[in-house]
C-alpha cells in the first residue's frame, strides 16, 4: 500500500479536531514528500540531528510544521529553537528554560507539550504525575513558550486505555486543550478517549528503514 493510500485510511477514521502526526523518524525525505503531496503537513521526528538535516532538505516546502516528539537532551534545543512549531517532550524544567531561552533569542513562539510518565516506568522518559502541576506553573512563566497539553506513551504491554484516562483527567485539571497520544498500535483507543494529537509512523510509511546516523539523542518515546 502507498504512503498516500495509508494515509487516506487514517485521516478517513480521524473525528474532527484529531490532528495526525506522521511520525517520519529514519524515513528518507523522498517519503516525507510523499506524504505532503498527498495532503499531510505535520510531521514528527525523534532525533534532533536527523530533524535538521532532513528540515534543510525539505525547506523548499513552506507550511510544513515539525513537531518534536523523542526524548531531548538540554544541549539539543539550540537545534530546534525558531525551526520546530512543537514540542512534545518536555519532562523538567531544566529542558523548560534552554527551550525557552533559544526560543526568545530567536524572536520565535514554540508550542509545547508535557511528557507524563503514566506508567512510573523507570527506563522511560517524562515528568511523574504528582510533578506535572508544579512543572506546569514553570512553563507558563517563560517567554517564548505556549504551553499546551500533555503527552504520554503507556507502557507497551498494557491495556493503554487506564494510562490514556490518567491523562486526560490531568490536562483537564491544568485546563489544557491538547493530548498527545495514540500510536500506530493503540491510536483508535487514544482517540476514543480524548486524543487531540495521534503520533503515527509505520500505520503511514509502512516498515521503518534502519536509522544511519547513530545519533543517541531521542528516548524511548519513538512512535
Partial sequence: MSIAARLAEVTAALPPGVTLVAISKTQPPEAIREAYRAGQRHFGENYAQEWRAKAEALADLPDLVWHF?????????????????????VD???LARELSRRTAA??????????????????????APAEVAA??????????????????????????????????????????????????????????EGATLVRLGT?????????????????????
Fill in 69 to 89: 516528539v523523542g526524548g531531548l537532551q538540554t544541549n539539543k534545543a539550540r537545534l530546534l529553537a525558531g525551526r520546530v512549531q512543537w514540542v512534545h517532550t
Fill in 203 to 223: 500505520a503511514i510509511f509502512g516498515a521503518r528503514p534502519p536509522r544511519r546516523d547513530g545519533e543517541g539523542d531521542g528516548g524511548p518515546t519513538a512512535p
Fill in 135 to 192: 512543572l506546569a506553573a514553570t512553563v507558563r512563566g517563560l517567554p517564548g513558550l505556549s504551553l499546551e497539553g500533555l503527552m504520554c506513551i503507556p507502557p507497551p504491554e498494557a491495556d493503554p486505555r487506564p494510562h490514556f484516562r490518567a491523562l486526560r483527567a490531568l490536562r483537564d485539571e491544568l485546563g489544557l486543550r491538547e493530548l498527545s497520544m495514540g500510536m500506530s498500535a493503540d491510536w483508535r483507543v487514544a482517540v476514543a
Fill in 106 to 127: 530567536a524572536g520565535a513562539a514554540l508550542k509545547v507539550l508535557l511528557e507524563v510518565n503514566v506508567g512510573g516506568e523507570a527506563q522511560k522518559s517524562g515528568c
Fill in 92 to 94: 523538567r524544567i531544566e
